[in-house]
T-cell receptor, first 119, second 117 residues
Framework: AQKITQTQPGMFVQEKEAVTLDCTYD???????LFWYKQPSSGEMIFLIY??????QNATEGRYSLNFQKARKSANLVISASQLGDSAMYFC????????????????FGKGTHLIIQP | DTEVTQTPKHLVMGMTNKKSLKCEQH?????MYWYKQKAKKPPELMFV???????INESVPSRFSPECPNSSLLNLHLHALQPEDSALYLC????????????????FGPGTRLTVL
């Protein structure tokens, strides 16, 4: 079973509209973290926003907010007032504590959503 | 300095060549990562170093050999690669203290685009 599911392979959105990118996850851990990254065509992964499993409030970073519904295991990214420069691939990722004991854990990524903002 | 640098940006190599990818960060992070990303696919974790020790190897073939000479540097040595190893290789770093907290954000470098002929 996939750990991270992004059901929207591609999206077209008009400039200045808000957009929601879907992400559901699967884990049996109590402690985990959820991340959203943006990857332009240049290839670099740009961190957007983070939500911890114990965080009670939804995370916000500027135009980005995360709609975290723990019971549904969803962590949707909302981009308000979209801009042409938002066109990119967007990945949802999860960090579980499977290698706990003070060590670091890698991220598991979803397949991504290719977002295109139209003028 | 909040940057992860990777060299080279592009690399073309034959199947009999030996080459190395380099990654450097000066953020004081104690965890460093290698990911492999094939075209139109998400990144896949290869290796994790915590405090300069290899802590995770995701069953990567031995033709990929990681090395962490110090807390700022991470290398990936390549030998006898196959054409299917052609991909974008991403390096990342983080504070590296378990699953909790936003300080575990992973900062990614720009990647090395590797082509194996």
């Amino acid at each position: 079973a996939q750990k991270i599911t992004q059901t929207q392979p591609g999206m077209f959105v008009q400039e200045k509209e808000a957009v929601t990118l879907d992400c559901t996850y699967d884990t049996s851990d109590q402690s985990y973290g959820l991340f959203w990254y943006k990857q332009p065509s240049s290839g670099e992964m740009i961190f957007l926003i983070y939500q911890g499993s114990y965080d009670e409030q939804n995370a916000t970073e500027g135009r980005y907010s995360l709609n975290f519904q723990k019971a549904r295991k969803s962590a949707n990214l909302v981009i308000s007032a979209s801009q042409l420069g938002d066109s990119a691939m967007y990945f949802c990722a999860m960090r579980e504590g499977k290698h706990s004991g003070g060590g670091a854990d890698g991220l598991t990524f979803g397949k991504g959503t290719h977002l295109i903002i139209q003028p | 300095d909040t940057e992860v640098t990777q060299t080279p940006k592009h690399l073309v190599m034959g199947m009999t060549n030996k080459k190395s990818l380099k990654c450097e960060q000066h953020m004081g992070h104690r965890a460093m990562y290698w990911y492999k990303q094939k075209a139109k696919k998400p990144p896949e974790l290869m290796f994790v170093y915590s405090y300069e020790k290899l802590s995770i190897n995701e069953s990567v073939p031995s033709r990929f050999s990681p090395e962490c000479p110090n807390s700022s540097l991470l290398n990936l040595h390549l030998h006898a690669l196959q054409p299917e190893d052609s991909a974008l290789y991403l390096c990342a770093s983080s504070h590296g203290l378990g699953a909790g907290g936003s300080y575990n954000e992973q900062f990614f470098g720009p990647g090395t685009r590797l082509t194996v002929l």
